[in-house]
């Protein structure tokens, strides 16, 4: 009786302090790229325009990730991706 006593003292201690839990572990931060459109774009709707950066195809990268990409999901044919 007196061991089930201690489970429920201490599974109530357990419940109610995770109620509050990291509620006062955060801070509000300026956001200083608020006002860019770079990171932003003009509109929520737009793009930014780091977006409009285009890079050149480079084969020999492919072959070099797809080479990692067998080597670390070899043993998972889940992980792997086709393409």
Request: glycine letters at 4%.
């Amino acid at each position: 009786m007196k061991i089930s006593k201690v489970i429920a003292f201490v599974a109530c201690v357990a419940l109610l302090s995770s109620c509050d839990y990291q509620k006062g572990n955060r801070i509000e931060q300026k956001d200083v790229n608020a006002n860019s459109t770079y990171v932003y774009g003009v509109s929520p709707d737009s793009l930014p325009k780091q977006m409009a950066n285009k890079y050149t195809a480079q084969p020999e990268i492919e072959t070099r990730v797809n080479a990692i990409r067998e080597k670390l999901y070899s043993g998972s044919t889940s992980a792997v991706v086709k393409q």
